[in-house]
């Protein structure tokens, strides 16, 4: 049989779970996204600073509990389009979730990597001129879970739209009609 059940307690070590087991269980509930805060926005010149704020990667969190200041390097073009991104990374050497800026170009900002090992989730797209930051655009996906995150919502759902939900991809966002809500 191929059953999978959980959490219990242990009883001399019978019931041993990973991290993997805990993620795959709230990979059906917790989308990834911000559940609030970690808006990007300009200070001056080429510094920027990200609010204070929870996300969700893959059922992994990060919170930012003070407001963490970047810097973008200046562009050698016109204008270059930068992304600032939300970077998990499930290598044995890391094991972490960290802020990560990648440089784009004139015409195109790059695009966030999703690998196995690697997942990033875009906050802003920056553009970046010779004198600093043009102009910052505010690409975070915003996320309601339950508990702290603003209470869990019953909607009604077609039996199409939970086959969808209830399938392992960590890169599609679902969207529910909100007239469909209880």
Not at 57 to 86: C, G, M
Not at 92 to 102: C, E
């Amino acid at each position: 049989m191929a059953i999978t059940y959980g959490f219990f307690d242990s009883d001399e070590g019978d019931r041993l779970y990973s991290a993997a087991d805990l993620t795959d269980y709230f990979l059906r509930l917790i989308p990834d996204g911000v559940a609030g805060g970690l808006e990007v926005t300009k200070i001056s010149g080429l510094v920027a600073q990200i609010s204070v704020g929870w996300a969700f990667i893959r059922a992994r969190w990060v919170n930012i509990s003070a407001p963490e200041t970047i810097s973008f390097a200046a562009s050698a073009e016109t204008q270059r389009i930068d992304r600032v991104f939300l970077r998990l990374n499930l290598a044995a050497s890391a094991r972490n979730i960290s802020i990560v800026i990648r440089e784009g170009t004139s015409t195109s900002p790059p695009i966030p990597v999703n690998t196995e090992i690697i997942a990033e989730r875009p906050l802003a797209r920056v553009t970046v001129g010779a004198e600093g930051i043009v102009d910052i655009t505010d690409e975070r996906v915003i996320v309601q879970g339950f508990g702290a995150f603003g209470g869990l919502r019953l909607r009604h759902i077609s039996p199409t739209a939970y086959a969808a939900l209830t399938v392992k991809d960590p890169n599609t966002l679902y969207v529910v009609d909100p007239a469909l809500e209880v």
